[in-house]
């Protein structure tokens, strides 16, 4: 993060906090495939992804949930906890459909907004929890280890995936998985495609909690805002977004080369053919 950066930041940030201490502020929904519930107590949003029955991340559901941040941040929550409609499935990562035979401007548009959700979250000046109550592979871990904690139900997985699919994960998520995992770890984990059990991302510290049930996941993500209940605010979230700074502006300086690798890669005759190949893999398990 440059200077002007950081300035716009904190500014941000003391126009946030400033007169607004002991005031609970209701954030609405605005979008079709997300809602927002405040609680009005704590101050703390739960957006809920609800694009079933996977919500694979197509442009309409990253659009929805860049949006949703931003109107947490303005309507100045207390915390941000992301969730899932399904009882079985957090995120399946990134809709294949939106790379496989794509139409060129979209694919556009759906990386870049893929990009830009991405530094909303990673960056973002609220405090950020995951309640992860299903699988979790590919996207749907770069979204849960973008938050500052992560509680998980058991008997799902959680991973990055990609090498097992062919793809390179760009280096923005290899960055969020490093900040989650000890870099030794990580390294075995990216290289390998390896998707952890919840007993396994535990272990290893992918996630730091594992709860019975969404509601209690939820609840143990409002105990970790709580920690910081005599921290000051504008001081917690300069902090974080400093200590992110490295990643958030390295993806900044990189954002129009990251997006022509995505589009010279996905369009590359033989990762086509490896999406459709995995894409009938897929359809298959259902038939
Ligand atoms: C140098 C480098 C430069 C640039 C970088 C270049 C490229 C980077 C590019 C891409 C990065 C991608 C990251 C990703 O996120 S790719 C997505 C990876 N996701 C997966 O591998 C998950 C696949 N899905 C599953 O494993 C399972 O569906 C599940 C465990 C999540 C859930 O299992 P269920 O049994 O509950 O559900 P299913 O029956 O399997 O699925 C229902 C339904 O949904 C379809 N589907 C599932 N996942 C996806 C998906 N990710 N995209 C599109 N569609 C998906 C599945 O086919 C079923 O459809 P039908 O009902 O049969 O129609």
Known sequence: MNRAMMMSAAKNLL??????????????????????????????????????PVNGLNLELLRDIR?????????????????????????????????????????????????????????SSVPTAAAINGHSP????LLATSCEYRVMLPKFTIGLNETKLGIVAPKWFMATFCNVLPRRVAEMALTQGKMFSSEEALKVGLVDELAQSKEEAIEK??????????????????????????DLQQLEDEKAQDLEAFLFFV?????????????????????
């Open 138 to 141: 590919a996207g749907g871990c």
């Open 267 to 287: 369009n590359q005759p033989s990762v086509q053919k490896g999406l459709g190949i995995y894409l009938d893999s897929l359809k298959a398990k259902t038939k």
């Open 15 to 52: 126009t946030r906090y400033g007169s607004t201490k002991n005031n609970i502020y209701r954030c609405m929904s605005t979008g079709k495939l997300t809602t927002v519930d405040v609680n009005e107590k704590s101050g703390v949003a739960v957006l809920t992804m609800n694009r079933l």
């Open 221 to 246: 993500c409002q105990q970790f805002f709580a920690t910081f209940a005599k921290t000051n605010p504008f001081a917690r979230a300069m902090t974080k977004q400093q200590f992110r700074s490295k």
């Open 67 to 123: 949006n949703d941040i931003d109107e947490i941040e303005g309507n100045k929550c207390r915390g941000l906890i992301l969730t899932s409609a399904s009882s079985s499935v957090f995120s399946a990562g990134l809709d294949i459909m939106e790379m496989y035979k794509p139409n060129q401007d979209r694919l556009k548009e759906f990386w870049t907004t893929l990009q830009d959700t991405w530094l909303a979250l990673y960056g």
